[in-house]
């Protein structure tokens, strides 16, 4: 038995996880309830985490395999904790749109973990959506065709661009590539739990392979509106010290852009995650 306390936030996925104190080494068994906690609600989230980067690591490491992100490099001392953030005078928010992070790679994070440096006085939540309920509220018709389905992903889709740049100016990687294309089933069997997610995204999902512009759009189109209907997501609202793990492969996320003129400093962790099947 793990002394976790766990408390849901949302009916579609999200918990808040009590009762751990992420400084200290985890046990293999403490280690073992949150992974499935994880599994379990997609996106967990814990407060008054105030990590040093050393913990940071030593925590993401008892989750997984920490990697670099392609485009921004790391802070001082640690290349796979990235910086992602908005100064007072900074228009675009990292990310500022709904995605699974970069399905542009041939195998995309299993997760990602966000530790809140700085907040700002209002606004600033991330939203999360449940790729499973995205999938499973479809009808079997829409479900059989969009099993058999390859979704063609590119880094280099305008809007979200947009959202890196702020970033790529202050913490570019100089050999960061252009342009990166991977191809995804559209809906992908979660390695672990073996449930389907919808595995498409207005943010780098570009077209479906061996179909034209013109049959793919407005298929996504609809794909994209209705995967993050209301009852498909939930809302956190962040605090300094608060940290967010969430599972790349059955959610997205979208950070809210409604903070101009304040400040809103992360601490972000990529784990490695596997080829989509
Ligand atoms: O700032 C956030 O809440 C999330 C940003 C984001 O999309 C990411 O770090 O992957
Ligand atoms: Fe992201």
Redesign the pocket.
Known sequence: MSSLVIQRLAGALGAEIGGVDLSRDLTESLAAAIRQALLDHQVIFFRDQDLTSEQFLRFAQAMGQPIEYPFVKGIEGYPVIIP?MKLEHERT???GIW?S?TTYLQQPPMG?M?LAREVPPFGGD?LFASQYLAYESLSEGMRRLLDGLVAVNSSAKADVSKTREDRIASDGRADARKDYVAEHPAVRTHPETGRKALYVNVAHTSHFRGMTPEESTPLLQYLFQHQVKPEFTCRFAWRPGSLAFWDNRCAQ?N?INDYHGFRRV?H?ITLAGDTPR
Do not use: I, K
């Open positions: 992602v928010n990292f990310g995605h992070d990602s966000l991330t996320h950070p992360m972000r």
